[in-house]
Structures are given as C-alpha cells and as structure tokens.
C-alpha cells in the first residue's frame, strides 16, 4: 500500500512539487500528498464492504456486460453518423450497407 501510494503520488498526483512551493521543502509535499493517499486507501477499504467471488462474478455477467455492450452499440451508432437501427431486420440491413454484403437479391 506504501509504494502503490508512493508511485501514485510520483506519477498522478505531481511528484514532489507543492501548490505553496517556497512554503515548504520539496519533500515534504511529497510526504503529505503520500499519507493522504494511504488514509484515502484505508478509508475506503474500511467503509466499503468486501464482495465474495460469486458476487463479483454475478456483477460482471449481469451488470457490466450488457452495459458494455450498450455503449458499444452507441458508440459504434454514433461514430456511423446514422441513427441507432432498433429491430433485427434493421441490424442486418445496416451491416449489409455498411460492409458492401449484399443481403437481399
């Protein structure tokens, strides 16, 4: 946790370079920032609660899948320049015209 915190400050949270600069040395911004990351880490693993592995893997399938999948089909929507097809037929039709694969004779 102290040397996660550590490359956290170094890489994220501006190294040892200080809002105050010529307040305080160098290093001890370094200090500060390095603590607060750690209370910030131990706050959050206390309060939070702990989830087993069943339910991690009750969430990815049931919550982040389709939720990736959606912002997918969003995106991909909103990249196109056209508007979002909303039944089968339409899907296959816009892959059809999207791709040159000539569906329908």
Known sequence: MLILSFIITLFFLGGWLGPFAAM??????YIIKVLSFCFLYIFIRANLPRYRYDQLMSIGWKVLLPLTLGYLVLVIGLLSGTTLPTTIIDWVITYADTTGVSTFN
Do not use: T, V, Y
């Open 24 to 29: 305080l040395p160098l290093g001890f911004w």
